[in-house]
């Protein structure tokens, strides 16, 4: 069974203090992995595909970066707009999308 | 120009009620689907259609049914409303193969 785990469960950041976020999968036959932000009350709003171990994406503060069992969301020097839950899905040979619990993340000013 | 929109944006109910929440988008994409998201923040599919066709029901109560007059719109019809069926439900849209879902800002509905 296609799963997703994300760690850690929430993240409290001061703000300038770079950290990363945890992505690990297992999916049968991997085609894409994604990262979203979810602010509340709001439906998740994309951010990257990565398709192969070895990609990375960058977007601002962020950068994503795939691995074959996991994936990492670097945010450097983070503000508190980049305060949010940050979802990890993958989608599978099916074209089926298997979402991560997400981490919340705080960034404190 | 909202690209996925839902309503409505909140929803309270009595148990045993039947409820239906809407969705359009207008995006072009060809896929849309409905997802569920709990207390705890999962959001775990419950039915997507293509070009009309259901595609994809994961162990879904028959309760719950999706109706797509036409591809940018897929509304979700809910029978005998329960307590569990709370929660945040989010509509999406994309593009097969395409780079991601397009959420809509979801509707939260209550069973009381």
């Known amino acids: 069974e296609d799963q997703v785990t994300q760690s850690p469960e929430a993240l409290r950041l001061q703000e300038g203090e770079s950290s990363s976020l945890n992505c690990s999968y297992t999916v049968s036959g991997l085609r894409g992995l994604f990262w979203y932000r979810q602010d509340p009350g709001k439906g998740p709003e994309f951010l990257f595909t990565?398709?192969?171990a070895g990609e990375e994406k960058e977007k601002e503060r962020l950068k994503a970066t795939l691995t074959k069992k996991e994936s990492f969301l670097h945010i450097t020097a983070p503000k508190p707009e980049d305060s949010a839950t940050y979802l990890c899905a993958v989608r599978n040979y099916g074209q089926n999308f298997v979402f991560g619990p997400g981490t919340r993340l705080s960034v404190l000013p | 120009d909202t690209a996925v929109s839902q309503t409505p944006k909140y929803l309270v109910t009595q148990m045993g009620n039947d409820k239906s929440i809407k969705c359009e988008q207008n995006?072009?994409?060809?896929?849309m689907y409905w997802y569920k998201q709990d207390s705890k923040k999962f959001l775990k599919i419950m039915f997507s259609?293509?070009?009309?066709?259901?595609?994809i029901n994961e162990t879904v109560p028959n309760r719950f049914s999706p109706k797509s007059p036409d591809k940018a719109h897929l509304n979700l019809h809910i029978n005998s409303l329960e307590l569990g069926d709370s929660a945040v439900y989010f509509c999406a849209s994309s593009q097969r193969g395409g780079n991601g879902y397009t959420f809509g800002s979801g509707t939260r509905l209550t069973v009381v």
């Open positions: 259609y293509n070009n009309k066709e259901l595609i």
């Open positions: 995006l072009g994409h060809d896929t």
């Open positions: 990565l398709y192969s």
